[in-house]
């Protein structure tokens, strides 16, 4: 079977990365994303974080979770158009409007995937206990964390079961049959879920983590690669930070049609 | 070492106890087999004993348990951890890690041992299990026997003095079960004190003290290893003898007619000819070796091949390229004597896998079959389905509630439904009583007679001896 966690990932150059740079990275960057409101500068972040992800050459992933942000997108269009054909005081939603909350899942998804893919589990969670974090935040995080591959392991049992039993799953089906289709995926992908939940709390249990003095590590020094990695991660935001807000235009134009509108009911 | 008095277990929201009344002694060193028909209540006990009942599963549990001279209660669940091993029949249940390397580090980490140490735990470990050429492998790459393997290393580093075995040789092959064997004499003989629950019987007559035969949660009989003999027919057991000399040789006579080699022709009228070619293929999955080149092989129609060999050879990996998940880089497939490629291969057949919880999609069990019809374009006797694999009792009940055995039965009828010209079956027993063993075979035997090329890819001799007609051995070279 095809890897989906593939272990070279973990001697890219992602996964030589300490973990606490790692960590550390992603909370920055969802914490940034909070105030972050400016399209183009989300539009970077994720071109960033994107080249990190496709790094780790798990191409397919990559590719199939983009396609799923994308027919998000798609779908939330469709509804505002219908909102606004059905509800007349609706608001008309400009395209940047629609796309900015996309935008900022985007470098989000690919640093979530980023780290999880390149992580080894184990070793993580020593280095994370050596951080004195409390148990209830660190072993939730990595659990988390090491949920991604399993799951992902899971989608790709299940679409080739799908297959086998000729059952078609496709996007074109979720449109025509969208009960049918949500039921056939999400039925044993919530039952797996909630197994692979609880199995990993037993293997944690099992392994003693989170008990005890915890793993010997000596002192853990961050390398030039983590410096680096975390200066880059610094850099991208300042840049993303002080980029001109490109998408106002649109939105000024958006809002003119708005009064102009109001104006020819006047 | 373990001792159970009058212990009763219900589980949250059941009102029938899973065990009653159950009394049990195994003392330091010695080896304990409990046996039983599916869903007796094995894999409760177990629990017990590694502590997971009562800190992981909630319910009520009444009697007294004693771990080691000491009250369960009386425990710290992490403490137990550091006296009972536990090794489930699902090895994937037990991996917190991705790869096998970080796997058999992490327990070892958290009981603070240094690298130095950690190492000298695990390399006689390492090289005793062969992992060693699997250190920096994914975990989810592995097969399934790899991921025992991994789990049992992981365990054993940790030096525990109790080792709880459940289904442990399910998914091995017959050297690794030899070994298995071998290894857990070892063990025993230093001291280790085991609890084995397990189906197959075969292989544990030389190393198991006491038989223990588990009934609607009681403890049905009690005594040495002739107990299992006395008693096969009752509760619907596996055979019970077979010699290891057997297994070693690569295929076992465990009861009944040996299967025949591979290369026997057909009979009942069907043309020789016809089955399923494989010509010349080869294949490799990205950035790794090749696993085939150049491989040929025929599977004739009517027949039942058996397809077993060392554990990760490949043999699952030749079934997806056959039913068409995976695309040969070269060679060709023909299906009584035409071409077949891509799409028109999985429309023609059908290959159950292991992992039985995402094969079951709908609401209920009917409900299961008649989705199967309907895909198929067969005709549905939903009456005649259920009763003839034993599942009338469960027709309204939601499929992911049933038990592993039920799973197991209803993904292989919703399999047969399809009506396929070729059925493989992965493990298709792993984890049944004989009694529920016995009837797949009389359900797959039905099929290969309605001309359908099948094929089980297993390690049960039993299986095999029940109803293949050929054995088609694979093994690694170069």
Known sequence: MRDVSNSKASSSWMGQLDIRVKVVGLFTVSMMLIFIKNPVALLFLGACSSACLLSLKKYRVTFTIYALVLFGWVCSLGFSWLLEQLVSSMKEQSLVQTVTPFLRMWPLTNMGLAVSLSMEVGHSLGVLKKLRLPRIIYLPVMVALRFIPGFMNDVKQLRDCLRIRGIPVSIPQLVVHPLRTIRLLFVPLVIRALRLADELAVAAELKRVGYGKGPQLGRVRLRCNDHLFLAGIALALLVAWSLPRGGSNIECRTRNIECRRIGEEE | MIDFKNVSYTYPYQSVPALRNINLHVGRGEALLLTGASGCGKSTVGRIVNGLIPEHFAGTLSGQVLIDGKELRDHAFHDMTQIVGSLFQDPEQQFLSTTVNDELRTALEWRGLSAKEIDEALHPVIDRLGLRSKLDDSLFTLSEGEKQKVVLASVLALKPR?????????????????????????????????????????????????????????????????????????????????????????????????????????????????????????????????????????????????????????????????????????????????????????????????????????????????????????????????????????????????????????????????????????????????????????????????????????????????????????????
């Open chain 2, 162 to 478: 109790v080792l709880m075995l459940d289904e442990p040789t399910a998914n091995l092959d017959p050297i690794a079960v030899t070994e298995l064997c071998k290894l857990l004499r070892e063990l025993k003989r230093d001291g280790m004190t085991l609890v084995i629950f397990d189906h197959r019987l075969y292989w544990l007559e030389s190393l198991v003290d006491h038989v223990g035969i588990l009934e609607d949660g009681q403890l049905a009989e009690h005594g040495d290893f002739q107990t299992l003999e006395k008693h096969r027919d009752r509760f619907g057991l596996r055979a019970v003898r077979g010699g290891m000399s057997n297994i070693e040789q690569g295929i076992s006579n465990v009861e009944g007619n040996p299967p025949r080699p591979f290369g026997t022709p057909p009979k009942r009228g069907i043309s020789p000819s016809l089955g399923f070619q494989v010509s010349s293929i080869s294949f490799a999955y990205p950035r790794k070796a090749p696993l085939f080149e150049e491989l040929s092989l025929h599977f004739p129609a009517g027949k039942i091949t058996a397809l077993c060999g060392t554990n990760g050879c490949g043999k699952t990996t030749l079934a997806r390229l056959m039913i068409g998940l995976e695309k040969p880089k070269e060679g060709a497939f023909q299906l009584n004597e035409e071409s077949i490629a891509g799409r028109d291969l999985l429309k023609t057949s059908s290959l159950v896998l292991q992992n039985t919880e995402l094969q079951l999609y709908m609401r209920s069990v009917e409900e299961e079959l008649t989705s199967a019809a309907r895909a198929a374009g067969t005709p549905l006797d939903v009456n005649e389905i259920l009763e003839s694999f034993q599942l009338s009792n469960t027709r309204n009940r939601h499929p992911q509630s049933l038990s592993g055995g039920q799973r197991q039965r209803l993904v292989i009828a919703c399999a047969l439904l399809k009506n396929p010209k070729l059925l493989i079956l992965d493990e298709p027993t792993s984890g049944l009583d004989g009694r529920n063993m016995r009837l797949l075979a009389g359900q797959i035997r039905e099929a290969a007679e309605r001309g359908a090329v099948v094929i089980l890819i297993t390690h049960d001799h039993e299986l095999m001896n029940e109803c293949c007609d050929l054995v088609l051995n694979c093994a690694i070279t170069g």
